[in-house]
């Protein structure tokens, strides 16, 4: 069983930055992909980034492109999500997720992650 804990949430003016954690326990996932995906109120989740289980392939949602950075370290089971220059629209709640079939998690063409944290909340006000 792998859990997955995710923090650093919490709540930031736009403009601002979010620096994102999520600890795996249970089991090693260093050879699956893991990610972000976050839920806004009244939406449905939605893929945010992910990363390859060596780090050198990510993707990420066009709108958080180039504001957002994701990385992981296979030695402590992590993965981090920097976010900078927040925006409203940003307000969700962030889960942290991880497969065990994928090595690298293309959002175009993979279906699904296998492994969920509960969630950690970023409110972005104006």
């Known amino acids: 069983q792998v859990e997955l804990v995710e923090s650093g949430g919490g709540s930031v003016q736009a403009g601002g930055s979010v620096n994102l954690s999520c600890l795996a326990s249970?089991?090693?996932?260093?050879?699956?992909?893991m990610g972000w995906f976050r839920q806004a109120p009244g939406k449905e989740r939605e893929f945010v980034s992910s990363?390859?289980?060596?780090?050198?392939?990510?993707y990420y949602k066009d709108s958080v492109e180039g504001r957002f950075t994701i990385s992981r370290d296979n030695a402590k089971n992590m993965v981090f999500l920097q976010m900078t220059d927040l925006i409203p629209e940003d307000t969700a709640v962030y889960f942290c997720?991880?497969?065990?079939?994928?090595?690298?998690?293309?959002?175009?063409?993979?279906?699904?992650?296998?492994?969920w944290g509960k969630g950690t909340l970023v409110t972005v006000s104006t």
């Open positions: 990363i390859g289980w060596n780090g050198r392939t990510e």
């Open positions: 249970g089991r090693s996932l260093i050879n699956g992909a």
């Open positions: 997720a991880a497969s065990r079939r994928y090595t690298d998690y293309d959002p175009n063409r993979s279906r699904g992650m296998d492994y």
